[in-house]
């Protein structure tokens, strides 16, 4: 499996801090695709490339497991790593506290190509997916 | 000048709601949002049928002023009238408690044609808006 | 187990829509938010009364799976139902076409409660729930 | 008038961009507060510190005015500079592209002091804030 992670800090805002003085569950989904987005740059395949390219990958599932809350400018890490590209795109993550590397929340995502023109689900990645990642990312 | 207005209800969700209990001064841009497609779509030119036409509508402009904050919760109507269309698209707003009919928030909105294909900046209203204004709007 | 449902309409709105047409995945967090709202309203348990009854409840859980696009100004009903509540309260949700009842999404939350003056995490869930619960739900 | 200003560099989202391939207007909003938010840490009167003194300041006006649209990845310099602080708190701001310095966006936010235990509006500023304007950003 070729590694590709990204690491991406944000510091909490205050508009995702919610009545309870926590980020607001949903705002994670926002954090997670910082650090995805970060992974795709460094094999030149984030959103524009992939719009070149003929193919949207949309999410398709996305999972969320809370294990303590982010407060109001809490430094973050989010680490992304690439776990499947073959046949779907998954990441896993894990959010940290920046600062004591104590671990708030994990998670995964999985995409799907689409060709753009036909609308057809692909079963397979196309090979604009799987040449940058074996080639970015094994040695 | 012809007469175009709309209102909706919203509930102000959780998720809008922050760290003061109240709703976040961001989120009326929104609410704002959400009553002028609701006027638009009475003349045929929301954002797809704009699309259609040829040109993009952006905002540039945009005021709000914050008279009472809104509560979780809380039902508001948000009524939006057209005050300019012929050089460009002018929206005020005012957001009430539904119950009351005590005033929350007033504001406008500026959007002005630009044309998708040349990017250009339209200094007069273009027909597609002009036309639709007019015949729905005047007895 | 108690029947506890609940179903929200809300119609796709601009500023959800991403630039492949479609409503950004991280916005259905809100929509199932919206159901599980109305359905803890139902046995009188909303976000107030769990601040009144001295006990948060984070969500600590959250899934979702993608079938098929929302596109600007679809209607879609949002449909919550309780499935755990002794321990942990978990809602399942599916998201449809209003019109033509096709599955969109569905996904589920858990919730645990917390107590707010201790912080103390709760393996059991506390009477103020439970009581709700079945008094409302049960005949 | 004391000088008080901050910058912060942002990269536009992924999920902040819109159907027309740029960051949709009402995120402008939350790019101001990232700013403001930067300023008042610097006399230590950040949200946290605002609630500690007794008082709440919310928003009553902002005001944005669009001048280009800012694309996805695009980096960003918000600067925020204090314009009035002895009766009410108001914040200038401009974005620019952070490599040309060309102008995106320029606004204001006016926010008011609200007493958190009587609810009552301040028509001064609490010696609070003014205590700390003079001291860190007078020589």
Request: hydrophobic share 40%; proline share 4%; glycine share 4%.
């Given at each position: 499996?070729?590694?590709?992670?990204a690491d991406v800090?944000?510091?909490?805002?205050?508009?995702?801090?919610?009545?309870?003085?926590?980020?607001?569950?949903?705002?994670?989904?926002?954090?997670?695709?910082?650090a995805?987005?970060?992974?795709?740059?460094?094999?030149?395949?984030?959103?524009?490339?992939?719009?070149?390219?003929?193919?949207?990958?949309?999410?398709?599932?996305?999972?969320?497991?809370?294990?303590?809350?982010?407060?109001?400018?809490?430094?973050?890490t989010?680490h992304?790593?690439?776990?499947?590209?073959?046949?779907?795109?998954?990441?896993?993550?894990?959010?940290?506290?920046?600062?004591?590397?104590?671990?708030?929340?994990?998670?995964?995502?999985?995409?799907?190509?689409?060709?753009?023109?036909?609308?057809?689900?692909?079963?397979?990645?196309?090979?604009?997916?799987?040449?940058?990642?074996?080639?970015?990312?094994?040695?």
């Amino acid at each position: 499996m070729p590694e590709l992670t990204a690491d991406v800090t944000i510091e909490v805002p205050f508009h995702d801090i919610d009545v309870m003085e926590v980020a607001w569950h949903g705002h994670f989904v926002k954090y997670f695709e910082l650090a995805r987005c970060a992974a795709l740059r460094k094999i030149g395949y984030d959103y524009p490339q992939m719009r070149d390219s003929g193919y949207a990958w949309p999410v398709v599932e996305c999972y969320l497991k809370y294990v303590r809350p982010a407060r109001y400018h809490q430094r973050l890490t989010v680490h992304a790593v690439l776990r499947e590209y073959e046949n779907r795109l998954r990441f896993d993550y894990e959010i940290r506290d920046a600062a004591s590397g104590e671990r708030l929340t994990k998670g995964y995502t999985v995409q799907v190509a689409v060709d753009i023109t036909s609308g057809e689900l692909q079963f397979v990645s196309p090979d604009c997916l799987i040449a940058r990642v074996e080639k970015t990312c094994t040695a």
